[in-house]
């Protein structure tokens, strides 16, 4: 069973920084997409970021010059840097992954919250 790890997340305060981990029990060269989705408060679960294994990455308009996703295959882990980060960023912020075949892994998530 694949297992994703989520770290990195925590109370920052309006224009700071983050950056969230992803650390997963096998390899991601095995992994033909990765990538972080998120859930405020009441909305639908919604995509962030994706990198693909040749690594271009893919973002949601609202996090694009501010959020950068890329890969250390050697670590086996996935990152998420959150800079100018906004109130409307506080989300829990999921880690997923896909194979090759078609299978979906999520991790448990992580809670971010942005406030003064």
């Known amino acids: 069973q694949v297992q994703l790890v989520e770290s990195g997340g925590g109370l920052v305060q309006p224009g700071g920084s983050l950056r969230l981990s992803c650390a997963t029990s096998?390899?991601?060269?095995?992994?033909?997409?990765m990538g972080w989705y998120r859930q405020a408060p009441g909305k639908q679960r919604e995509l962030v970021a994706t990198i693909t294994g040749g690594g271009g990455p893919n973002y949601a308009d609202s996090v694009k010059g501010r959020f950068t996703i890329s890969r250390d295959n050697a670590e086996n882990t996935v990152y998420l840097q959150m800079n100018s980060l906004k109130p409307e960023d506080t989300a829990v912020y999921y880690c997923n992954a896909r194979s090759y075949a078609a299978n979906t892994y999520w991790g448990k998530g992580i809670l971010v919250t942005v406030s003064s």
């Open positions: 096998i390899s991601i060269l095995r992994m033909n997409n």
